[in-house]
């Protein structure tokens, strides 16, 4: 699948004009690093990343857009490799990665991650050289109407290579999967890691019904990240507090457009707006990410919570 999916890449990029010049600009993203409680963290400038960023996901502008992710609405360029006879993998048109897929359902069915959770993990078998990302409903999908993933290709996200090293401690051992927490404050990350699927399934299962869901939400908040390597899956999940950080809607030097969501607190902050890559400092990432992620206090609970299901 892997060696399909760079066949997809080559031809898109020489027949699709958009995906061409966003991919070809990324050779000049500008990049920062910056270190945040001892962890680091890269800053991308990416102008067209705006329509993420951007996007307004409140019901009346969902409602009165045509979906960009069904087959119906997609340009007539755009190609895609049918996988499990009910996704779609495309080539993101606005990259972040030097690969960077999409891979939405073929029907028009809300964004959830229960049901889905182990169909991100056979894609993550099956397109081993990359990481597959999941953003839940207000935790950065532009698209919350339409169930997709994306993914990216390995190696991109400090935390992909870093985490072993952040451990805090271990929660649990469930079947034959394990379940970890970090010492990455203010970010909140849990890491599943296992060679058995059903086990990883069930132990999301568990954490998943052990999170909060907010009045009028149908699922938790939550980001999720999951690779396959030496034939095991590491699954990260990042529990939420809140959509987006105050300085997105801040006026004036305060500022700042941050949407967070994977990527982001996998440890590559995107912003789409020059001045915000030239302001943005480790503490502003620091105030941002202790706004959208759980509290250290929440985070204590959580973990007892799913101690107590595991039992």
Request: aromatic letters at 10%; glycine letters at 6%; one cysteine or more.
């Amino acid at each position: 699948m892997n060696q399909t999916v760079h066949n997809l890449l080559t031809e898109q990029l020489a027949s699709w004009e958009t995906a061409h010049d966003n991919y070809a600009a990324l050779s000049g993203v500008k990049v920062k690093e910056l270190n945040v409680n001892g962890i680091p963290y890269k800053v991308q400038f990416n102008p067209a990343r705006i329509v993420s960023s951007g996007a307004k996901v409140d019901t009346k502008s969902i409602r009165e857009r045509k979906c960009f992710l069904c087959p119906a609405n997609l340009p007539p360029v755009q190609k895609g490799i049918p996988f499990d006879g009910h996704y779609n993998i495309l080539v993101n048109p606005f990259p972040i990665f030097p690969r960077h897929l999409t891979i939405p359902e073929m029907e028009h069915v809300d964004q959830r991650i229960a049901v889905r959770f182990g169909d991100m993990l056979d894609l993550a078998q099956a397109l081993s050289d990359y990481t597959l990302f999941y953003n839940g409903p207000k935790c950065g999908a532009s698209a919350p109407d339409h169930a997709h993933f994306q993914a990216g290709n390995k190696g991109f996200m400090p935390i992909e290579k870093d985490w072993r090293g952040q451990i805090a401690g271990k929660i649990a051992d469930y079947k034959k999967a394990t379940l970890w927490y970090l010492n990455d404050a203010p970010r909140a990350t849990l890491v599943i890691e296992s060679a058995d699927k059903n086990a990883a399934t069930e132990l999301f299962g568990i954490i998943y019904r052990s999170m909060t869901v907010k009045p009028g939400e149908e699922e938790p908040m939550m980001n999720v990240l999951a690779m396959y390597e030496s034939d095991k899956w590491i699954v990260f999940v990042f529990p939420r507090a809140q959509h987006r950080p105050a300085c997105y809607t801040a006026e004036g030097e305060a500022n700042l457009l941050s949407s967070p969501a994977s990527v982001d607190l996998g440890g590559v902050f995107i912003t789409p707006v020059e001045k915000d890559f030239l302001k943005i400092t480790a503490e502003d990432i620091d105030r941002i990410l202790g706004e959208v992620c759980l509290s250290e206090t929440d985070f204590h609970q959580l973990r007892q919570h799913i101690k107590e299901q595991i039992k």
